[in-house]
């Protein structure tokens, strides 16, 4: 089975960084796009960044991501990462590692998803 083992999650306070980091294993991991979702109590999954797998330098960033967070993978280490700078008690959720084979035509939508980390939660305050 695919495994998606995310890790980097953390107590942090207002305007904090953290990395996340999410390590696949046993699927070919440069035959999917990689992607970043985060779900916080009450609300529904959201994206929060996604990257092509060819094409490195193509991402996606729903709003509330762009200009604070960065999105890269290491096809070599199997591992997608995300950079979250200036972090806001809003961004304040699970975190979730995604992949699939095909493009995520209806980013930022989670249905384009078929393989799911467990998480790891991120905290602001």
């Known amino acids: 089975d695919v495994q998606l083992v995310e890790s980097g999650g953390s107590l942090v306070q207002p305007g904090g960084s953290l990395r996340l980091s999410c390590v696949a294993s046993?699927?070919?991991?440069?035959?999917?796009?990689m992607a970043w979702f985060r779900q916080a109590p009450g609300k529904e999954r959201e994206g929060v960044a996604a990257?092509?797998?060819?094409?490195?330098?193509?991402?996606y960033y729903t709003d509330s991501a762009k200009g604070r967070f960065t999105i890269t993978r290491d096809n070599a280490k199997n591992t997608v990462s995300l950079q979250m700078n200036n972090l806001k008690p809003e961004d304040t959720a699970m975190y979730y590692c995604?992949?699939?084979?095909?493009?995520?035509?209806?980013?930022?939508?989670?249905?384009?998803?078929?393989?799911w980390g467990q998480g790891t939660q991120v905290t602001v305050s």
């Open positions: 995604a992949a699939d084979e095909g493009a995520p035509i209806q980013w930022p939508s989670a249905d384009d998803w078929r393989y």
């Open positions: 046993r699927f070919s991991f440069s035959s999917n796009y």
């Open positions: 990257i092509y797998k060819h094409d490195h330098s193509t991402t």
